[in-house]
């Protein structure tokens, strides 16, 4: 697929899933930029917002199939990735798949699920594979989880293991829309949208997961400068230094910003990756990848925060 034909289906899928997600140019941009690198995205918002209607879109929009998970306390590594059974007529035990056999899974409130069940996902989402009685099954090759949190309701909620975060390419921030936006939203559904129906918003499906996949190889064609990568590599490496900072972003993190990058130039026509698309997906990709010091909570200061501070010092090449 070259470039131009790749740009006008990233743009058609942003464009479709704006009609559905009003207010929310910004976390559609990066869900897309998500999908086009590869990668996994971890959605944090409050109820409403609009994050499972957004994972429903994008599926429809991409032509891919979708499960989604509601994540509970009580459920079952197997509830997610299948389970053998026993079949009395044929004296075997026939496999059946649990919902990460898709294209596309919502992990629903992934946080509500115990450690183990969470650990599920882990192979999944970095292998691209599960393993059921020491068999492995290969998933679909467009395999993308994008798992929801809310991020003011603590209680019945399980933290999430460093390794299991480390795995989402993209923790997107999810915040309310404007006024004017959610003024946009109820005259929408004034007008007939139903967001259970997502035909009634007339979005359109763009392409298929074989396009996709097209989509995708196209995506790591976007070429980065080595002044650029060095670029990428010096703001890693400051994560690890800051004295605010006390667990910096890993080398997996760096060529997460590479492909995140990428994704972003794709998505702006450009065939090439510029240090302003390394410097806009530098929150997403690395906010959940750094962990603050105690003091530095209590001052009131955020990930983002610190991450500002890290671009505006490290110098940017010309």
């Known amino acids: 697929m070259d470039l131009a034909t790749a740009n006008d289906l990233a743009g058609r899928i942003t464009r479709e899933l704006s009609k559905v997600l009003v207010g929310q140019d910004a976390v559609i941009e990066d869900v897309v930029a998500a999908l086009l690198a590869g990668g996994h995205a971890l959605l944090e918002g409050v109820p409403g917002t ?27 590594p197997s509830d997610i990735i299948g389970v053998n059974v026993f079949d009395m007529a044929s004296r075997q035990f026939d496999f059946r798949p649990g919902p990460v056999f898709a294209d596309i899974v919502l992990a629903d409130e992934i946080n509500r699920a115990p450690a183990k069940t969470q650990a599920a996902l882990l192979e999944a989402m970095q292998e691209r594979q599960a393993t059921i009685d020491g068999k492995p099954y290969r998933l679909s090759p467009v395999f993308a989880v994008f798992a929801t949190q809310n991020p003011v309701e603590f209680e019945g909620t399980y933290p999430l293991p460093e390794a299991q975060v480390d795995r989402f390419m993209l923790k997107i921030v999810i915040d309310y829309p404007d006024e004017a936006s959610e003024t946009r939203i109820l005259d929408k559904i004034e007008s007939g949208f139903d967001p259970a129906d997502l035909v009634s918003g007339n979005i359109e499906q763009v392409l298929n997961a074989d396009t996709l996949v097209e989509l995708r190889e196209a995506t790591r064609t976007i070429h980065m400068e080595e002044m650029v990568r060095s670029y990428v590599t010096r703001v890693i490496r400051a994560t690890r230094s800051r004295p605010r900072i006390t667990l910096g972003a890993s080398p997996r993190a760096g060529v ?62 010309r």
């Open 256 to 317: 997460m910003l590479m492909l995140a990058a990428k994704a972003k130039a794709l998505l702006a026509g450009r065939d090439f990756v510029s240090p302003d698309d390394v410097k806009a997906m530098v929150p997403a990709v690395l906010r959940h990848r750094i962990l603050l010091i105690p003091e530095a909570e209590v001052e009131g200061l955020s990930p983002d925060d610190c991450l500002k501070e890290i671009l505006s010092s490290t110098q940017v090449p």
């Open 50 to 76: 609009g994050k499972t209607l957004l994972g429903r879109a994008l599926a429809h929009v991409t032509g891919t199939s979708f499960k989604r998970i509601q994540f509970t306390p009580d459920l079952m």
